[in-house]
């Protein structure tokens, strides 16, 4: 289980990333070998920035009439969707402990875990500031609902390899991190949640859509856990509205009955500039400023 979610460093597991994006760039369709129809629409370089009155697309078209190009938001969907809101965002202990009561792990029914397992559970996080930080006071959160965490702080790319490595039987990664490639569900979905991203892939940490074979291979005593394989095969099969209605009811799938992911922390990137710049953007993949579409006034040259 990974509960959080930032920018991805500059890692082993981003420079495949990488590889993989350019390999795709190239082929003309991701994960080629799966035979998938993936869209029907090409995917222009494209570049998102936002103020607090406004969002920003910057697209490459070569060739097209900028009077051809027609942007629409997709139905909504998920605008709303918030399955566990709170009021200001921050929790509720006693709706925690409701759904602790529905575990198995709770004997007594009294909302708090009291099972063997629910004691130092084996966490990982980066060694880095303020990641320390972070973990503890996740795990302060926890301990109301009988939850105590064993975790073991380890050097960035240290730390990917364990969340990543079934033999390790970690069972909670406070930090990996993911940033979206292109605007559409498979560069999530394939990599995150799919089976074939198990290791000695990337990047399933939590292993998702394991056969008993892997779980018996890694000394797992469980022999059947869930999977959305078949949700994201038959999504990568779509186009159109129907593609981004698949993409939204897996992700429905994985907030309420999955919950392989629990994001809590999404990163503010500011950059100070000077009055001589009059054309500002960020690159949200690479999570550094996009200096290529950066321009400096002429009488300041």
Not at 1 to 11: F, L, Q, T
Request: with cysteine; glycine share 4%.
């Amino acid at each position: 289980m990974a509960i959080n979610r930032y920018r991805e460093p500059a890692s082993l597991f981003g420079l495949q990333r990488l590889n993989r994006i350019l390999d795709e760039a190239f082929s003309g369709l991701p994960f080629p070998e799966q035979g998938n129809v993936i869209t029907s629409t090409w995917f222009a370089p494209t570049d998102v920035s936002e103020d607090e009155n406004s969002l920003r697309i910057t697209m490459e078209l070569p060739g097209v009439d900028p009077n051809d190009v027609r942007l629409s938001l997709e139905n909504n969907i998920l605008q709303d969707y918030d399955p566990y809101a709170t009021p200001n965002s921050a929790g509720d202990i006693d709706a925690a402990k409701e759904e602790m009561k529905q575990s198995k792990y709770d004997t007594n029914g009294d909302g708090v875990c009291d099972a063997p397992e629910c004691k130092n559970i084996l966490a990982v996080t980066d060694e880095a500031d303020p990641y320390p930080d972070q973990a503890a006071l996740i795990a302060q959160n926890m301990e109301p609902l009988g939850l105590t965490f064993d975790t073991k702080s380890f050097e960035r790319t240290t730390m990917y390899a364990k969340c990543n490595d079934p033999s390790a039987h970690v069972a909670i990664c406070l930090g990996p991190a993911w940033g979206k490639d292109f605007p559409d569900g498979y560069t999530f979905a394939d990599p995150l949640f799919g089976s074939k991203a198990i290791f000695p892939s990337c990047c399933n940490y939590q292993l998702l859509g394991a056969s008993a074979e892997t779980l018996k291979k890694y000394d797992y005593t469980i022999t059947d856990v869930p999977s959305v394989d078949d949700q994201i095969t038959q999504a990568n099969t779509q186009t159109g509205d129907a593609r981004f209605q698949a993409w939204a009811d897996l992700d429905t799938t994985l907030m309420e009955d999955v919950v392989p992911w629990v994001p809590y922390l999404f990163d503010n990137s500011v950059s100070i500039t000077s009055q001589r710049i009059v054309n500002y953007d960020f690159d949200q993949f690479a999570g550094v400023d996009a200096f290529d579409k950066w321009a400096i006034a002429p009488d300041a040259q």
